[in-house]
């Protein structure tokens, strides 16, 4: 029996010892310092072409966490599934309708992945794009610079083709004041733009700490829009509705489209699904597709994590075909990977509950959550739910429908997942 048995019972996942340490007589350094450890399965430039050779284990292996990005947002077109319709529908708002519009929705739904489709769309049509992902000390006058700086000084109107200015390249962020940029200096200088049009992704927009920085995004719509510029904002955030992201709406709320993001369809989650088999040339079962849409609820986030460790295990049976069981265990693996992300606190209420007999009670509440943007609708609270108060759960302050979330949104994940590996 060796050590890890000893202490932790079960086999251990790699074999330790003395002379299995070691290498053999005519081995190099490199063979030396790695005889015996656990090793990579890929160089770190292999990559692999499909094409008519036969797909093995080995080479999805080496493809599916190009396939599957939970922790990363989808930036290529060709790896974008679902939200057809949905893209459809930003796109004639911005270029039919000529609004400005929010994005929101909870957390791993896929905001920032549609922001990024939408932009190369919009760059095929010849918009001029500025992305930006918000922080806590971005201010208005650094945003302002930013956007300048995408904005070549031949789109200005004051500004002849031929013109020294434009012979030099310069940029609309040459001819701003220095110092501190106000909302109507702004405005003004977006208005006088011609023969194009910009724009402006504010991503994370949740992020944002003041108040301040708010007020003059809204008045920065508010003034394009009266003057029918030829900029619009797209903004993006956590929430789960419209006034919690943008408090200033109601002044420009016939500006600015609201538009939260919908979990994904079965049907989208099957397509996610194919698009990562041609990727990789993994074969998903029908079992496994249908748990895999179970479990995910139709959120990109867990269908790339439980998706890419189910792909996993069946590479390491050295098989292609992704079975029922697989999905299983991908499930346990997708939780352990959660639980070693969230905080120690939040961590320890999640164990202490589901220590308390209540997983079946918090699993439902987690379920209603990840349904409904983060959001628990009063009616889904069980009697006494209210003692986890500050802990677990909390009310949405100054909500209509009274509705209330969990305070960690990683709390509700971890849960679910939790609820699934028990039952």
């Known amino acids: 029996m060796n050590w890890f048995t000893k202490i932790f019972g079960g086999e251990a996942p790699y074999e330790y010892g003395g002379d299995e340490m070691m290498a053999g007589p005519g081995a190099g350094p490199a063979d030396r310092r790695s005889a015996g450890l656990p090793g ?18 080995a080479d ?36 039919d309708q000529r609004l400005h519009f929010v994005l929101y929705g909870d957390r791993g739904i896929g905001k920032t992945s549609i922001l990024r489709v939408l932009s190369k769309q919009a760059e095929d049509a010849g918009y001029l794009i500025c992305y930006v992902s918000c922080s806590e000390t971005l201010t208005f006058a650094d945003l302002a610079r930013r956007i300048a700086q995408r904005i070549p000084l031949l789109h200005h109107a004051d500004y002849e083709p031929g013109s020294p200015e434009i012979e030099k390249g310069m940029h609309l962020s040459d001819i701003l004041p220095t110092g501190t940029i106000d909302v109507p200096t702004m405005s003004d200088a977006l208005g006088r733009l011609s023969d194009t049009r910009i724009l402006i992704m504010l991503d994370e927009f949740d992020r944002v700490a003041t108040d301040e920085f708010r007020r003059s995004i809204a008045e920065l719509i508010k003034n394009l829009s009266d003057s029918a510029a030829p900029a619009q904002l797209v903004i993006a955030g956590v929430a789960s509705d419209l006034s919690e992201l943008v408090a200033q709406i109601p002044s ?15 049907e989208e989650v099957g397509e996610m699904l194919e698009t990562a ?24 986030y867990l269908v790339g994590l439980i ?16 079975e029922k069981a697989d999905v299983r265990a991908a499930i346990a693996r997708a939780r352990a990977d959660l639980s070693a992300r969230l905080s120690a606190r939040t961590l ?21 959550a990840l349904r409904h943007g983060g959001a628990i609708p009063a009616a889904a609270l069980p009697e006494g739910a209210a003692t986890k108060q500050g802990t677990l759960i909390e009310p949405i302050e100054d909500d209509p429908l009274e509705r209330w979330r969990f305070v960690d949104d990683g709390a509700s994940t971890l849960l679910w997942l939790s609820a699934l590996t028990e039952g």
């Open 60 to 95: 999805a292996r080496a493809l599916i966490r190009e396939a599957f990005t939970p922790s990363q947002p989808v930036s290529r077109r060709e790896r974008f599934a679902g939200r057809r319709q949905l893209l459809q529908d930003l796109i004639v708002a911005l270029e």
């Open 307 to 322: 998706s890419q460790h189910a792909g996993f295990i069946a590479t390491e049976r050295d098989q292609i075909k992704v």
């Open 40 to 57: 990579f399965r890929q160089r770190a430039g292999a990559f692999v072409i499909r094409g008519q050779q036969t797909p093995n284990a």
């Open 348 to 368: 320890y209420t999640v164990e202490r509950c589901i220590a308390d007999g209540e997983l079946v009670t918090y699993g439902k509440l987690a379920h209603a």
């Open 252 to 266: 420009i709320r016939r500006n600015v489209l609201g538009v939260l993001v919908p979990n994904m369809t079965d």
């Open 277 to 300: 088999e041609r990727t990789t040339g993994l074969d998903f079962t029908a079992p496994a597709r249908e748990l895999v849409t179970l479990a995910s609820l139709g959120l990109p």
